[in-house]
């Protein structure tokens, strides 16, 4: 099992749709990211959290630690929001301290 | 303020050869941390380098190995390549002690 899990791995959404991409993890964390990679390989970081909540713009970025769960929300989709989201965190405990350790990404579709 | 800068960003080595990656991190920051990111995958942790010492490593063999310069930047370096190596290499940089990481475009390497 992976120590972090992204769902869906692959979404499809329509323009304008409210749109939730859930990670959980089994690891102790000091921080999750969401990070948003296009076609040709570049990551943004869009987040980086360690309780609550974060909004910039469309997105809404939460964490539950005690559940070892966040999710990422993006209102009011649009086509230039496709891309690739992926969840990582960044491990406070033996091999994985200080590193981040990435899921495998959501791959998200906005259809016009 | 330029981020983090890779060079070169696609590369096509033979089998059996060696190849040089490169990073320069965003100004300010001190630690550069490498991934492999095989298609349709997350990024996996290589290793981090910092203060020019490699302080952490992931589960990768001899063949990857790195350096860091006085200035931050950093090299990977991959021997005796096989075709399981083509992937996108990526770095990240972060300021020890705290905040987030600023990750570059990648370095896309094909193994023929």
């Known amino acids: 099992k992976n120590e972090v899990e992204q769902s869906p791995q692959n979404l499809t959404a329509q323009e304008g749709e409210f749109i939730t991409i859930n990670c959980s993890y089994s690891v102790g964390i000091s921080a999750l990211h969401w990070l948003q990679q296009h076609p040709g390989g570049g990551i943004v970081s869009l987040f980086m959290?360690?309780?609550g909540k974060k909004k910039h713009g469309r997105l809404i970025a939460t964490i539950n630690i005690q559940e070892k769960h966040s999710s990422l929300h993006i209102t009011a989709s649009h086509p230039r929001d496709s891309a690739v989201y992926i969840c990582?965190?960044?491990?406070?405990?033996?091999?994985?301290?200080?590193?981040?350790?990435f899921g495998k990404g959501t791959k998200l579709s906005v259809k016009p | 303020d330029a981020g983090v800068t890779q060079s070169p960003t696609h590369l096509i080595k033979t089998r059996g050869q060696q190849v040089t990656l490169r990073c320069s991190p965003k100004?300010?920051?001190?630690?550069v941390s490498w991934y492999q990111q095989a298609l349709g995958q997350g990024p996996q942790f290589i290793f981090q380098?910092?203060?020019?010492?490699?302080?952490q490593r992931g589960n990768f063999p001899d063949r990857f190995s790195g350096h860091q310069f006085p200035n931050y930047s950093s090299e990977l370096n991959v021997n005796a390549l096989l075709l399981g190596d083509s992937a996108l290499y990526l770095c990240a940089s972060r300021k020890q002690g705290g905040g987030g990481y600023t990750f570059g475009s990648g370095t896309r390497l094909t193994v023929v």
């Open positions: 100004s300010g920051h001190d630690t």
């Open positions: 990582a965190v960044r491990g406070i405990y033996g091999g994985s301290q200080g590193n981040l350790i």
């Open positions: 959290l360690s309780s």
């Open positions: 380098y910092y203060e020019e010492e490699e302080r």
